[in-house]
């Protein structure tokens, strides 16, 4: 009930394409959405988040979409670009206990 | 401003051998966590710490330790080290006692051979 499930494993993209990432929870606590990008050797960045009380939130060419009833939520990157080749994460927080559930993590890789 | 930062970078300790790891928050943010991320893998939570106190603790082994000080830094103590305990540490830091808009640091490159 802790997992936060995350599809695909890996992606790749066209330059100008879109990148969706998608994540699903079992654990009805969370309450509390981000995302985060990682590049190699270096630590997450948060990108984006979002509480369960919003169905969606941009910003720039990021948007999250969250459906409360399916438990999911994805990442969209517009006009995906190379330098946005990275490890994207999802994660879920219950601010009951303090702590992040992680995803399994997406390679995402676009192509110039 | 500063980000969170994490000292060493980088380590190489021997199997038995005990460590620490150390974390400076971003000013203002009184909450610290600490993550184990193996390669290829999310993160996993060790510890919160949250005004000097333990507000959570991941499933790990006792081994494992840590503690925050006045001035909200943190220390990470992993005892007896074994091969398995080779990752990268993350530090987190948050303004919110909850956790909600956590910001790592680089990490610590932990390798026990």
């Known amino acids: 009930q802790q997992q936060v499930k995350q599809s695909p494993q890996s992606l790749i993209v066209q330059k100008g394409g879109i990148s969706i990432i998608n994540c699903a929870y079992e654990?009805?606590?969370?309450?509390?959405f981000p995302w985060y990008q990682q590049f190699p050797g270096k630590g997450p960045a948060l990108l984006i988040a979002i509480r369960p009380d919003v169905s969606e939130k941009k910003e720039g060419r990021f948007t999250i979409s969250f459906n409360k009833s399916a438990k999911q939520f994805s990442l969209h990157i517009m006009d995906s670009q190379p330098g946005d080749s990275a490890t994207y994460f999802c994660?879920?927080?219950?601010?009951?206990?303090?702590?992040?559930?992680f995803g399994t993590g997406t390679r995402l890789k676009v192509l110039a | 401003d500063a980000g969170v930062t994490q000292s060493p970078t980088h380590l190489i300790k021997t199997r038995g051998q005990q460590v620490t790891l150390r974390c400076s928050p971003i000013?203002?943010?009184?909450?610290v966590s600490w993550y184990q991320q193996v390669l290829g893998q999310g993160p996993q939570f060790i510890f919160q710490y949250y005004e000097k106190e333990e507000r959570g603790r991941g499933n790990f082994p006792d081994r494992f330790s840590a503690r925050q000080f006045p001035n909200y830094s943190s220390e990470l103590n992993v005892n007896a080290l074994l091969l398995g305990d080779s990752a990268l540490y993350l530090c987190a830091s948050s303004w919110a006692g909850t956790g909600t808009e956590a910001f790592f640091g680089q990490g610590t490159r932990l390798t026990v051979v």
């Open positions: 000013s203002g943010h009184k909450s």
């Open positions: 994660a879920a927080l219950s601010q009951e206990t303090y702590k992040y559930i």
């Open positions: 654990n009805t606590a969370f309450d509390y």
